[in-house]
């Protein structure tokens, strides 16, 4: 195990060779290890690494960086999480710029039935502060895992409210497990190692540099069902979140502002676009997520299916029979079919009467 983690992180620290890539060598040759043993020829011949990345492969040394971080990995009691663990978190399995490689340091589960990031403007106004507090107090009895980016201004009073109200909250960093940035967030960060938790896709000795940050928006988009903007101004990284989080086909909500106020115009610019859908107050999140909690009714005897079904369709139902409701998200890993694949059994299904879609791209059965 530790010889295929050392491929691993080694795998991250070869030139020219970024997270799609990496992600592909992954899916060819089925572990970090063989990448390394490849000869040069069938390194050549798969899409989109040439010359230039064989080489790079071919030549990397520095098998001694990776021992370090094996040794703070160690130290520290941090968990590595690689694309191919059975604990990588499933929601990034479908972002196809997710890190081939995380650290984590924490007891909240990855892959909680219901995540949500809370992002939002480092200056915020008094109204961008209440709001966030009220709604993260709306959500203390929903069983929902807070995620945001440990930075000033919403993303701490996001962080500190899930602690307040006994919910779980997950900081994902732009930097190595090895300090904290802010500094002054260092108290927080250690509070919510014992409920909740730290993720970044940083080694450690890694600054809380400029380039970093993007990156890190990526995941907290990623691995949430939703995510949510309060106060932005139109640039900055909370625009950049909700863009991502958009492009991943997630859910984003923002609340709205007075027209004329800088520090909601991101959120305005959101709704105006349909990037975004409004909400004022938990309810709405809850409603558009297809979370809230109905009244049980006494089950009814499951009916036989006498539709004749494909193997695909077969493997959905069998899934549904089990859950309740499900996440799409959760049904890609569970199903263990491609995406498109699931999405036509999907379609056929609905169009067959068998299986109904809610908001929040969760399916059940009818």
Same mark, same amino acid.
Not at 245 to 253: E, T
């Given at each position: 195990?530790?010889?295929?983690?050392?491929y691993?992180?080694?795998?991250?620290?070869i030139?020219?060779?970024?997270?799609v890539?990496?992600?592909a060598?992954?899916?060819?040759?089925?572990?970090?290890?063989?990448?390394?043993?490849a000869?040069?020829?069938?390194?050549?011949?798969?899409?989109?690494?040439?010359?230039?990345?064989?080489?790079s492969?071919?030549?990397?040394?520095d098998f001694?960086?990776?021992e370090?971080?094996?040794? *703070?990995?160690?130290?520290?009691?941090?968990?590595?999480? *690689?694309?191919?663990d059975?604990?990588?978190p499933?929601?990034?399995?479908?972002? &196809?710029?997710?890190p081939?490689?995380?650290y &984590?340091?924490?007891?909240?589960?990855?892959?909680?039935?219901?995540?949500?990031?809370?992002?939002?403007?480092?200056?915020?106004h008094?109204?961008?502060?209440?709001?966030?507090?009220?709604?993260?107090?709306?959500?203390?009895?929903?069983?929902?895992?807070?995620?945001?980016?440990?930075? *000033?201004?919403?993303?701490?009073?996001?962080?500190?409210a899930?602690?307040?109200n006994?919910?779980?909250?997950?900081?994902?960093?732009?930097?190595?497990? +090895?300090r904290? &940035?802010?500094?002054?967030?260092?108290?927080?960060?250690?509070?919510?190692i014992?409920?909740?938790?730290?993720?970044?896709?940083?080694?450690?000795?890694?600054?809380?540099?400029?380039q970093?940050?993007?990156?890190?928006?990526r995941?907290?988009?990623?691995?949430?069902d939703a995510?949510?903007?309060?106060?932005?101004?139109?640039?900055?990284?909370?625009?950049?979140?909700a863009?991502l989080?958009?492009?991943?086909?997630? +859910?984003?909500?923002a *609340?709205?502002?007075?027209?004329?106020?800088l520090?909601s115009?991101?959120?305005? &610019?959101?709704?105006?676009?349909?990037?975004?859908?409004?909400?004022?107050?938990?309810?709405?999140l809850?409603?558009?997520?297809?979370?809230?909690?109905?009244?049980?009714?006494?089950?009814?005897k499951?009916?036989?299916?006498?539709?004749?079904?494909?193997?695909?369709?077969?493997v959905?139902?069998?899934?549904?029979?089990?859950?309740?409701?499900i996440?799409?998200?959760?049904?890609?890993?569970?199903?263990?079919?491609?995406?498109?694949?699931?999405a036509?059994?999907?379609?056929m299904?609905?169009?067959?009467?068998?299986?109904?879609?809610?908001?929040?791209?969760?399916y059940?059965?009818?």
């Open positions: 195990m530790q010889r295929e983690l050392l691993q992180i080694a795998l991250t620290l030139p020219n060779i970024g997270d890539n990496a992600k060598l992954i899916n060819h040759f089925g572990s970090a290890e063989a990448i390394f043993n000869p040069k020829k069938v390194l050549d011949e798969i899409d989109g690494i040439g010359s230039i990345r064989t080489a492969i071919r030549n990397f040394k001694s960086r990776a370090e971080e094996i040794a *703070f990995i160690k130290k520290y009691q941090i968990t590595p999480l *690689f694309i191919t059975k604990n990588y499933v929601r990034l399995l479908n972002c &196809y710029d997710s081939p490689m995380l &984590y340091k924490g007891n909240a589960d990855l892959n909680a039935s219901k995540i949500v990031a809370i992002v939002g403007t480092r200056n915020h008094d109204y961008g502060k209440k709001i966030c507090e009220k709604l993260v107090e709306e959500l203390m009895n929903e069983e929902i895992i807070i995620v945001s980016g440990l930075a *000033f201004g919403i993303d701490t009073i996001a962080h500190k899930s602690l307040k006994n919910l779980q909250t997950i900081g994902v960093l732009a930097h190595g497990l +090895d904290i &940035y802010p500094p002054q967030n260092t108290p927080l960060a250690k509070e919510m014992s409920s909740g938790g730290l993720l970044t896709e940083f080694r450690s000795n890694t600054n809380p540099d400029k970093n940050f993007p990156g890190r928006n995941i907290v988009a990623g691995i949430a995510t949510i903007v309060i106060e932005s101004g139109i640039k900055g990284g909370s625009l950049i979140t863009e989080a958009n492009g991943y086909n997630k +859910d984003v909500f *609340f709205p502002g007075r027209v004329d106020d520090k115009e991101g959120c305005h &610019y959101l709704i105006k676009n349909n990037k975004a859908a409004l909400i004022t107050s938990a309810n709405d809850l409603e558009s997520m297809g979370w809230k909690k109905s009244k049980k009714i006494s089950p009814k499951q009916r036989e299916l006498f539709i004749e079904l494909t193997v695909e369709e077969k959905i139902v069998d899934i549904l029979q089990i859950a309740d409701q996440q799409i998200d959760e049904l890609y890993f569970k199903s263990k079919l491609s995406s498109s694949a699931v036509q059994a999907l379609l299904l609905e169009m067959q009467g068998i299986v109904s879609s809610l908001p929040g791209k969760i059940k059965l009818i």
